[in-house]
């Protein structure tokens, strides 16, 4: 895929969130909380995984930070947060959620394959389900979050498990078949009057792990998170019935030498 083509669906994917943020955090909002990291639709927070660790006196980049709940909940243990996002919508919800918190956050409007900070800014990054799904080359991320980060910081990141990728995008556990090929090299996509105005990608275990290996990473964990004992939301396929059956989400946390 040429960088032109790459470019558009990014495009496309900073209008969807835009115009979807106010139905997101309607839908949503009650369960990502106002300072709140919830890493995945399965109800793992970081206070029950601690992947992060001790933040505070830290730099830390939320990538894809959305409405930025991830990037207060740092700030509100002491780490010097910023989250960076491209779709100007959620960039919104992010600054008036910061301003009501009162907490200090650092906002960006920024493509995360094009970061805009000067190598080794922070010393930690992470991301819950931000930017990865919706580009094409998550290798660009990671060699972008690798350049600003210092020697020996972190990157933990959520994003959709790939075999999430070959069912039916259906929460009910009878509906559990095969729709689409594992290494299916299309994306998903949704137009509108022949405008493309949503694009999601399939990244495979291939890609997430050369893509980290190639840009430096040392791989510490990887997690795929169950279904949280009382969680009763129904996050599009994601849901209590389904989760036995079909993993989700894939959590990677890992470090530059």
């Given at each position: 895929?040429?960088?032109?083509?790459?470019?558009?669906?990014?495009?496309?994917?900073?209008?969807?969130?835009?115009?979807?943020?106010?139905?997101?955090?309607?839908?949503?909002?009650?369960?990502?909380?106002?300072?709140?990291?919830?890493?995945?639709?399965?109800?793992?927070?970081?206070?029950?995984?601690?992947?992060?660790?001790?933040?505070?006196?830290?730099?830390?980049?939320?990538?894809?930070?959305?409405?930025?709940?991830?990037?207060?909940?740092?700030?509100?243990?002491?780490?010097?947060?910023?989250?960076?996002?491209?779709?100007?919508?959620?960039?919104?919800?992010?600054?008036?959620?910061?301003?009501?918190?009162?907490?200090?956050?650092?906002?960006?409007?920024?493509?995360?394959?094009?970061?805009?900070?000067?190598?080794?800014?922070?010393?930690?990054?992470?991301?819950?389900?931000?930017?990865?799904?919706?580009?094409?080359?998550?290798?660009?991320?990671?060699?972008?979050?690798?350049?600003?980060?210092?020697?020996?910081?972190?990157?933990?990141?959520?994003?959709?498990?790939?075999?999430?990728?070959?069912?039916?995008?259906?929460?009910?556990?009878?509906?559990?078949?095969?729709?689409?090929?594992?290494?299916?090299?299309?994306?998903?996509?949704?137009?509108?009057?022949?405008?493309?105005?949503?694009?999601?990608?399939?990244?495979?275990?291939?890609?997430?792990v050369g893509g980290l290996l190639g840009a430096g990473f040392a791989i510490?964990?990887?997690?795929?998170?169950?279904?949280?004992?009382?969680?009763?939301?129904?996050?599009?396929?994601?849901?209590?019935?389904?989760?036995?059956?079909?993993?989700?989400?894939?959590?990677?946390?890992?470090?530059?030498?």
């Open positions: 895929m040429t960088p032109g083509h790459a470019d558009h669906y990014a495009r496309a994917n900073a209008r969807f969130w835009t115009g979807y943020r106010e139905d997101y955090l309607a839908e949503h909002g009650a369960v990502l909380g106002e300072s709140h990291l919830l890493w995945c639709p399965e109800g793992l927070t970081e206070e029950d995984a601690g992947l992060l660790g001790d933040v505070a006196g830290l730099d830390v980049l939320e990538v894809g930070c959305g409405a930025a709940q991830g990037s207060r909940w740092v700030a509100a243990r002491g780490g010097r947060a910023t989250g960076v996002d491209l779709s100007p919508g959620m960039l919104r919800a992010a600054h008036d959620g910061v301003a009501s918190s009162g907490l200090d956050v650092t906002l960006v409007e920024a493509d995360a394959r094009s970061l805009p900070f000067p190598p080794r800014s922070f010393d930690l990054a992470f991301t819950a389900f931000g930017a990865i799904p919706f580009v094409p080359d998550p290798e660009r991320i990671f060699a972008e979050v690798a350049r600003v980060l210092r020697p020996g910081g972190r990157w933990v990141f959520s994003t959709s498990h790939p075999m999430r990728w070959v069912f039916a995008d259906d929460p009910s556990a009878q509906h559990i078949r095969v729709v689409r090929r594992y290494f299916d090299p299309e994306p998903y996509t949704e137009h509108r009057g022949g405008e493309l105005v949503y694009a999601e990608f399939q990244h495979t275990l291939t890609d997430l510490e964990s990887v997690l795929e998170p169950e279904w949280v004992e009382g969680n009763e939301h129904v996050w599009g396929a994601w849901s209590k019935e389904r989760a036995p059956f079909v993993p989700g989400t894939l959590i990677v946390s890992s470090h530059l030498p």
